[in-house]
C-alpha cells in the first residue's frame, strides 16, 4: 500500500519495474535541449535500470558529452503511477550480448523476441546502466474503480 503521498514501498516498487511498462530515457542533446525518447528497461537485481541501444544512437553521443540522465517508467493506464531514476548512467559495450535477446524475451515473449532479435541484429548493442539509491516513486492512492 502507497503511503499517504502516493510513495510506492520497495516491495510495491519491485512488482511495479517487473511489469513491461516503456520508459522514457532522457539525455541532455548537444544544443542544450532535452532528448527523449522510449526505451526498454530491465531492472537489475542490484537496483539498476538497463537499457539496450544501438552504438550508433544519438543517447550514446549525447551521454559521452555528458551522463546525467532520467529515466520514467510509467503505465498506459489506470492506474496512474512513476518511478523516476536520475543520475549519472554508465555504458557498457562489453559483456553484454545476453542483454538484447532478455530485453526483447521481456517486452515480446520467448520466441517473438528472438524472432524480432534475429530481424534486427545481436550486433551491435550497448548497455546503458542508471543506479539510483533512491528513486522518486508514485502511485495513485486512490485509483478509480
Keep these: 500500500m502507497p503511503d499517504a503521498n502516493?510513495?510506492?514501498?520497495?516491495?510495491?516498487?519491485r512488482a511495479f519495474l517487473d511489469v513491461t511498462h516503456l520508459?522514457?530515457?532522457t539525455t541532455n542533446g548537444a544544443n542544450g535541449?532535452?532528448?527523449?525518447?522510449?526505451?526498454?528497461?530491465?531492472?537489475?537485481d542490484d537496483g539498476a535500470i538497463s537499457v539496450i541501444v544501438l552504438k550508433d544512437a544519438?543517447?550514446?553521443r549525447n551521454l559521452a558529452r555528458d551522463p546525467l540522465v532520467s529515466i520514467t517508467i510509467a503505465p498506459e493506464t489506470r492506474p496512474?503511477?512513476?518511478?523516476?531514476?536520475?543520475?549519472?548512467?554508465?555504458?557498457?559495450?562489453?559483456?553484454v550480448d545476453e542483454y538484447p535477446l532478455a530485453i526483447a524475451q521481456r517486452y515480446?515473449?520467448?520466441?517473438?523476441?528472438e524472432k524480432w532479435l534475429k530481424e534486427h541484429g545481436q550486433d551491435p548493442f550497448a548497455?546503458?546502466?542508471?543506479?539510483?539509491?533512491?528513486p522518486s516513486t508514485w502511485i495513485d492512492p486512490?485509483?478509480?474503480d
Design 142 to 144: 486512490k485509483p478509480a
Design 6 to 13: 502516493g510513495t510506492m514501498s520497495a516491495e510495491e516498487l
Design 58 to 60: 544519438i543517447k550514446l
Design 23 to 25: 520508459a522514457i530515457m
Design 108 to 113: 515480446l515473449g520467448g520466441e517473438p523476441g
Design 33 to 44: 535541449m532535452p532528448h527523449s525518447t522510449p526505451v526498454w528497461y530491465l531492472a537489475e
Design 127 to 134: 548497455v546503458i546502466r542508471l543506479h539510483d539509491p533512491s
Design 80 to 95: 496512474y503511477a512513476y518511478a523516476r531514476y536520475r543520475g549519472t548512467a554508465t555504458v557498457h559495450y562489453e559483456d
